[in-house]
């Protein structure tokens, strides 16, 4: 189980730093990912992260904003966003895949409840 924390009401330009906890998963397995989903959209891929931390991706609409870690002896998974916009309103979801990499939504095979993030203009 993931359960992704840390979301809520920011303004333009402002910062949040979201929470991933894995229960019952050893996360150092998986390659984890951040996904988030707007209203009326599908799924999009944000970041990524290798399962020893060495490699991230980034999609390009939050590169150089965003910052993905892990700390996988506290079996946890971090998303610092900064320089918020209001189209970064969305759910933002914890994924775990048991793929080599993974940067597309479709290579996540288990996924957290989201936590809802909303950037005001």
């Known amino acids: 189980q993931l359960q992704a924390s840390g979301g809520g009401v920011v303004q333009a330009g402002g910062s949040l730093r979201l929470s991933c906890a894995a229960l019952?998963?050893?996360?150092?397995?998986?390659?984890m990912g951040w996904v988030r989903q707007a209203p009326g959209k599908e799924r999009e891929f944000v970041t990524s992260?290798?399962?020893?931390?060495?490699?991230?991706n980034y999609a390009d609409s939050v590169k150089g904003r965003f910052t993905i870690s892990r700390d996988n002896a506290k079996n946890m998974v971090y998303l610092q966003m900064n320089s918020l916009k209001p189209e970064d309103t969305a759910v933002y979801y914890c994924?775990?895949?048991?793929?080599?990499?993974?940067?597309?939504?479709?290579?996540?095979?288990?996924w957290g409840q989201g936590t809802l993030v909303t950037v005001s203009s």
């Open positions: 994924a775990a895949s048991s793929a080599a990499l993974a940067i597309t939504v479709s290579t996540y095979n288990y």
């Open positions: 019952g998963r050893t996360i150092s397995n998986y390659y």
């Open positions: 992260i290798s399962r020893r931390g060495e490699t991230t």
